[in-house]
């Protein structure tokens, strides 16, 4: 049996009022019942490639996407695969089972805090948003593993934005915060290849009020997110593979991650 631990996105990274606050929220927006789903997943001997589409059976969540575009992809090339970050937690793991059918042994850039199972810690780079030292040498090393795997024709998988997708403002379509230079240094230094993805849908009404104001309560509510994923369909639109010379002739990296960032936003044509 894989030792559990804890679901939270509190870190002792956080001040003690923000780590209390942030439990309290999770606690009464469903950890109790998604903690017995995750200790139910341990009990199970998986393969890891196999984990992410156990952990979306769990939580019925169904997809809507076209495989076949996956089978478009060359088998012995460096990748990276990009998507929009709408939901938080379900998005990842929907992007690793995707990834998973056609390349195992992908690479998954992840916050520091969801790299804690050992069931698939061979997939996963930590990167720590935290202002230290220890963070930025911790980065540093997910960046140089990065540019080995890619360099070794291998995946990686990485969320640009680096956040969850939010509002402008109440009421309005929620999109992702700017896209970090990260993702297009990598690139550019393994020429690497581009697998473009776009997630349909966003998080509730109260996630996107709470990331007006609070971050602390923003953090708080990506549990419950992750609980009203459960029981439903996601539609997910897979692109057509840019090759790195079409991505080198755009004359500035700034231009370049512009590029991937809407050939990603221009896939969610209804």
Known sequence: MTDTRKITYSTYADKVWQRGLIHLAEWFTGRKKLQALYDSLQDQDLENTTFWAEALKRLNVNLDTQIAQLEKVPANQPLVVVANHPFGVVDGLVICHLVSLIRPNFKIVLNDVLCQDSRIEKHVLPIDFAPTRTAQKENLRTRNACIEELNAG???????????????SLGSTATDLDWKPFTQKLIDKSKASVLPMYFHGQNSFLFQLFSQFSLTLRIGMLVREVNNKRNSTLKIEIGELIPFEDIEAISTPEARLEHLRQSVYNLRQP
Do not use: N
Not at 157 to 166: L, Y
């Open 154 to 168: 291998g995946t990686v998988i990485i969320f640009p934005a680096g956040g969850v997708s939010t509002s402008p």
